[in-house]
Nanobody, 125 residues
């Protein structure tokens, strides 16, 4: 069972860039047919999938506007295979980006079997 741990600043100023890293242990992020996602939960709302980077480095981002303006144009996910980490950058943040941010892994069944504990990020001046 892989373990995931988020890290990054808990407070970000509006219009700045939110940067989080997920450190994976107990397995490699290049292991075949695994997908490494970022998910968030704003206060009082449900979980929102942000995007993933796959075992082969392919990226996909949510284009949903269910929770508000689409994140797609403001999101970048990357990875560092030498450190077994993947990262999230969310640009031009607003207070509406305040949430608990999770990293998670899934296979091709899209069941998120492993989660990080989550990290609270607050966007405030």
């Amino acid at each position: 069972q892989v373990q995931l741990q988020e890290s990054g600043p808990g407070l970000v100023s509006p219009s700045q860039t939110l940067s989080l890293t997920c450190t994976v242990s107990g397995g490699s992020i290049t292991t075949g047919r695994y997908y490494w996602s970022w998910i968030r939960q704003p206060p009082g709302k449900g979980l929102e999938w942000i995007g993933y980077i796959s075992y082969s480095g392919v990226k996909a981002y949510s284009d949903s506007s269910y929770f508000g303006p689409s994140l797609k144009r403001r999101t970048s996910i990357s990875r560092d295979t030498s450190t077994n980490q993947f990262s999230l950058q969310l640009y031009s943040v607003t207070p509406e980006d305040t949430a608990v941010y999770y990293c998670a892994s899934s296979g091709e069944d899209w069941a998120f079997g492993s989660w990080g504990q989550g990290t609270q990020v607050t966007v405030s001046p």
